[in-house]
T-cell receptor, first 114, second 113 residues
Framework: AQTVTQSQPEMSVQEAETVTLSCTYDTSESDYYLFWYKQPPSRQMILVIRQEAYKQQNATENRFSVNFQKAAKSFSLKISDSQLGDAAMYFCAYWKGGSEKLVFGKGMKLTVNP | DTEVTQTPKHLVMGMTNKKSLKCEQHMGHRAMYWYKQKAKKPPELMFVYSYEKLSINESVPSRFSPECPNSSLLNLHLHALQPEDSALYLC????????????FGQGTRLTVV
């Protein structure tokens, strides 16, 4: 079974600084996708960034970028120029191609200090 | 429109009540999902509907009854719930088999008293 591990339950960062959230996963599949979702206190799960396993290039969305190390099964999220609005729970998630199940990590609470 | 709308946002119900949660999307997605989320935990999958047919039931107790009347609407009927069923219930939708990403609603905060 596929598993997703987020080993850091909480992190904090100063506003305008950079922070990296770690995620590792375990799979024997070759066709899969990885996601980072953000869940602020408003409760809605919001997609931050998405990475297809077959793409070697790391995904980037504005201040958010990933370091996808396929051989190491690592998928970390870097947030640059952190803003107060980035404070939230962050979930790493895995989806196997053709499946209907998203597998979530346990989540990590990010605090942004002014 | 990339919105998944859930109603109500908050619900308090007694253990003998019957209530329903509603979820609606107009993105043309043919896969819809119910998740249950406890505080500070990841969402747990409950049900998946694909092309309006139930494709996954994660061994959810029968006091939770899903319904998908059409491709835009997903309901979760609740009956004889227990206090431990209190949680955030999230609805999501996607293209079938998650060909892109899942879009989530804001959830219904359910309290069973």
């Amino acid at each position: 079974a596929q598993t997703v591990t987020q080993s850091q339950p909480e992190m904090s960062v100063q506003e305008a600084e950079t922070v990296t959230l770690s995620c590792t996963y375990d799979t024997s599949e070759s066709d899969y996708y990885l996601f980072w979702y953000k869940q602020p206190p408003s409760r809605q799960m919001i997609l931050v960034i998405r990475q297809e396993a077959y793409k070697q290039q790391n995904a980037t969305e504005n201040r958010f970028s990933v370091n996808f190390q396929k051989a190491a099964k690592s998928f970390s999220l870097k947030i640059s120029d952190s803003q107060l609005g980035d404070a939230a729970m962050y979930f790493c998630a895995y989806w196997k191609g053709g499946s209907e199940k998203l597998v979530f990590g346990k989540g990590m609470k990010l605090t942004v200090n002014p | 429109d990339t919105e998944v709308t859930q109603t109500p946002k908050h619900l308090v119900m007694g253990m003998t009540n019957k209530k329903s949660l509603k979820c609606e999307q107009h993105m043309g997605h043919r896969a819809m999902y119910w998740y249950k989320q406890k505080a500070k935990k990841p969402p747990e999958l409950m049900f998946v509907y694909s092309y309006e047919k139930l494709s996954i039931n994660e061994s959810v107790p029968s006091r939770f009854s899903p319904e998908c009347p059409n491709s835009s609407l997903l309901n979760l009927h609740l009956h004889a719930l227990q206090p431990e069923d209190s949680a955030l219930y999230l609805c999501a939708s996607s293209q079938v088999a998650l060909r892109t990403e899942a879009f989530f609603g804001q959830g219904t905060r359910l309290t069973v008293v």
